[in-house]
């Protein structure tokens, strides 16, 4: 079982990305689909997933900018990131799991990861 996450870059604030984590190996089509980033010496935090239903969880910090979505006929799931902020560069990794709802933010909740894609936001 394989994700793989692509579509970082550099962009300059106010810009947009959109990052793809494409999933071999198995199904997710009844994972939660989530993306969690890094940034230069923090913690790895949550950022967005998606439900089998299609419903969303979005972090504060990116509500009304980034938009999560899936594709289960590709296995893939995606976040369209705009209005990007110096703030948002960091690695963007892409999980999948099975948790239950009030436990969706936290990473032990997920058990696939990819290797993360790096976005990088110039000001």
């Known amino acids: 079982v394989q994700l793989q996450a692509f579509g970082g870059g550099l962009v300059q604030a106010g810009g947009s990305l959109r990052l793809s984590c494409a999933g071999s190996g198995r199904t997710f089509s009844r994972h939660y689909m989530g993306w969690f980033r890094q940034a230069p010496e923090k913690e790895r935090e949550f950022v967005a997933t998606?439900?089998?239903?299609?419903?969303?969880i979005y972090a504060d910090s990116v509500k009304g900018r980034f938009t999560i979505s899936r594709d289960n006929a590709k296995n893939t799931w995606y976040l369209q990131m705009h209005s990007l902020k110096p703030e948002d560069t960091a690695v963007y990794c892409c999980a999948a799991g099975q948790p239950i709802l009030s436990q969706s933010r936290q990473e032990s909740s997920y058990s696939y990861w990819g290797q993360g894609t790096l976005v990088t936001v110039s000001s």
């Open positions: 998606i439900n089998p239903g299609r419903a969303t």
